[in-house]
C-alpha cells in the first residue's frame, strides 16, 4: 500500500474531484473531518407505541425519549417529536413539553373542545436546542391536561398503525 501525502487538494474552476469507481474514500480511520454550518452530522431515532394515560395537571412521562451524543459543544440538536395524543370526554387543555434531561425547553398547549371522546392524532413539533455539552443528553416528551379530563399518549385506536415518534439530528454548529 501507498502513502500519498499532500497539504491540499485543488481543482480548477469548475471541475470536480473524483474518487476512482468501486474505490473508497475512507475520511475517517486517519483523523477527523469538519464538515460546513449547518451539516447533518448524525440522526437518532425512537419509537413507541405503548399508551399512556393520564388525568394530571402536572407533568408526566409519555415514554416517547431518545439519546444523543453531540460530538461538540457548537452542535444543534434538532428535535422533531409526534406524539399521538387522545383526550377523552368533553376535551380540555392539554400540553406537552419537550424536556432536555430535567430542563423544559419548549412548551405546547393544546385546547380541545368536543361534546364527546376526540382524537387529536399526531401532535408534530420541532425545537433547534444548543445543548452545549459532548456528554449524552435524552430528550423526552411529557404530557399533562387541565379540568380532571383524561389525556393518553401513544394512543392505541385499534388499528395497529398508530407510533409516536421522537427524531434527533445533530447539525454542525
Do not use: C, W
Not at 11 to 26: E, F, M, R, S, Y
Not at 148 to 168: E, F, H, K, W
Request: aromatic share 4%; glycine share 10%; net charge neutral.
Amino acid at each position: 500500500m501507498s502513502t500519498l501525502t499532500v497539504k491540499e487538494l485543488s481543482h480548477p474552476a469548475g471541475q470536480v474531484i473524483k474518487i476512482a469507481a468501486g474505490k473508497t474514500l475512507d475520511l475517517k480511520s486517519q483523523g477527523s473531518v469538519t464538515m460546513p454550518s449547518g451539516s447533518v452530522l448524525q440522526v437518532v431515532n425512537a419509537n413507541t407505541s405503548t399508551q399512556v394515560d393520564t388525568t394530571s395537571s402536572s407533568y408526566v412521562d409519555t415514554g416517547l425519549t431518545a439519546a444523543i451524543t453531540p460530538s461538540s459543544t457548537s452542535s444543534k440538536i434538532l428535535a422533531i417529536y409526534s406524539p399521538s395524543m387522545y383526550v377523552a370526554t368533553n376535551g380540555g387543555a392539554a400540553t406537552i413539553q419537550l424536556v432536555r434531561g430535567s430542563t423544559s425547553i419548549a412548551v405546547h398547549g393544546y385546547s380541545i373542545f368536543a361534546s364527546s371522546s376526540q382524537v387529536v392524532g399526531l401532535v408534530t413539533s420541532t425545537h433547534l436546542d444548543s445543548p452545549s455539552t459532548t456528554s449524552s443528553t435524552t430528550y423526552k416528551i411529557q404530557m399533562k391536561i387541565g379540568g380532571g379530563n383524561s389525556l393518553s399518549a401513544n394512543y392505541d385506536d385499534g388499528a395497529g398503525d398508530t407510533l409516536s415518534s421522537i427524531t434527533l439530528m445533530e447539525i454542525q454548529g
